[in-house]
């Protein structure tokens, strides 16, 4: 699509804006955090040093990243180098860290000091993973299909077999979304819904 392109380094500070202002279940949690970079640190800039090649951003009219989708094509290698290579710094920075502005930093804070855990879905199907956020100016125009369509386009290429994701049970709107992409309920949790996709 003319207004989706792949990310490059440039972009990192463009992900991490739209990381914090969707961190509340989609709505801008920019008065919300005192760290405005701890949301991007765990679900957007690894990715992009990860597995560059599937990381996406949409673009406005002025050509500036209002959106993007990051994933994985391997979680377990993705979990793995998460917990060995990029958050012992960040979890030196935060290991200390008592103050909070919300319950969400808290959270967020707390997964960055005990990294990503065992997960189920990589290895009964679902191998890869992503996140996708839209800014609201963006929203509503096809660009969150095209990223996804984009990145599932990728994975196919890989020969992967399948993608899972989770999602606030707050987040009605992405609930909705997903589910028109073809994705459907694996698991419903406390905190909200994974959802899967075969690729095959």
């Not at 090649?53 to 994933?71: R, S």
């Not at 377990?76 to 935060?94: D, H, I, S």
């Not at 191998?127 to 990223?147: E, F, R, T, V």
């Amino acid at each position: 699509m003319e207004h989706i392109r792949k990310a490059n380094n440039q972009d990192l500070p463009y992900l991490y804006e739209i990381s914090l202002k969707t961190a509340l279940s989609g709505l801008d949690g920019t008065d919300f955090f005192f760290d405005p970079f701890c949301v991007g640190h765990y679900y957007a800039a690894p990715y992009l040093f990860f597995e560059p090649d599937l990381c996406f951003v949409a673009l406005n009219q002025i050509e500036q990243p209002c959106g993007y989708i990051v994933g994985t094509s391997n979680t377990e290698a993705f979990n793995k180098w998460m917990q060995e290579t990029w958050l012992p710094p960040l979890r030196a920075q935060y290991k200390n860290r008592t103050q909070f502005k919300c319950k969400s930093e808290e959270q967020i804070i707390s997964l960055i000091c005990k990294g990503p855990g065992e997960g189920i879905w990589e290895h009964v199907g679902y191998p890869a993973h992503m996140h996708i956020n839209l800014l609201p100016d963006l929203q509503g125009k096809g660009l969150g299909k095209g990223l996804m369509l984009t990145f599932f386009d990728v994975l196919k290429e890989k020969g992967v077999s399948g993608v899972h994701l989770g999602v606030d049970g707050r987040n009605t709107h992405a609930i909705g979304f997903y589910e028109k992409m073809g994705m459907t309920i694996l698991k419903n949790l406390q905190w909200g819904t994974i959802f899967g996709k075969h690729l095959d």
